[in-house]
């Protein structure tokens, strides 16, 4: 008959030698005096050394530090870069003001709608005949600044479009559309 396994080990010697050695290395335990508050003491577990590190590891707590270190430094870097844009949109949007100053032909009894495609919406502004005959061949053009929406004449839109081409809501080049016998351009047909 086959015995098994642990019988076969019984029967070596080997398991008890295992548990005596096993007995042996577990410190022996120690009778417990009660502390003032009525507590076992607390006793240190044994000291094991570090476990030896293979060449070219890392403490975890030196990587952990590295890696703050570095987000630290991408966060800073970040944030200057943002400042630097914010400073620079202001410098653009300081140029543009100065630029428009004096430079605003809307008028406030404009009768005339010339409807124009600006950020994905349609937009208007209301000129006179003159005004519309004009920025629809490009002697005019139509400018963002603060929410509103100003009739400039074509340099000063050229000039806003160098600054910050964004700006530019409309500016007709009459070479590339063609214009009908009113003045309307062939895009505004609908």
């Known amino acids: 008959m086959v015995d098994s396994l642990r019988d076969q080990l019984l029967k070596s010697g080997i398991v008890k030698q295992l548990k005596d050695e096993k007995r042996q290395q577990q410190p022996a335990p120690r009778p417990h005096a009660p502390s003032a508050k009525g507590k076992p003491p607390h006793h240190k577990p ?18 952990y530090a590295i890696r703050a270190h570095t987000e630290a430094e991408e966060r800073k870097r970040a944030e200057q870069e943002a400042a630097e844009q914010a400073r620079l949109k202001r410098e653009r949007k300081a140029k543009v003001q100065k630029l428009l100053e004096g430079q605003i032909l ?7 709608v010339r409807h124009f495609e600006y950020g994905g919406k349609i937009r208007r502004v209301y000129v ?56 309307i351009p062939d895009d505004l047909m609908w």
């Open 106 to 112: 809307n008028k406030a009894d404009g009768d005339q």
């Open 46 to 63: 044994p000291h094991q050394p570090k476990p030896a590190r293979k060449e070219g590891e890392i403490d975890l707590a030196k990587a």
């Open 128 to 183: 006179d005949a003159n005004q519309l005959a004009d920025l629809n061949a490009g002697k005019l053009g139509i400018v963002q600044n603060a929410g509103r929406y100003l009739v400039v004449t074509q340099t000063v839109a050229e000039q806003v479009r160098e600054i910050d081409s964004h700006l530019v809501a409309l500016l007709v080049d009459p070479a590339a559309v063609g214009v009908d016998e009113e003045g």
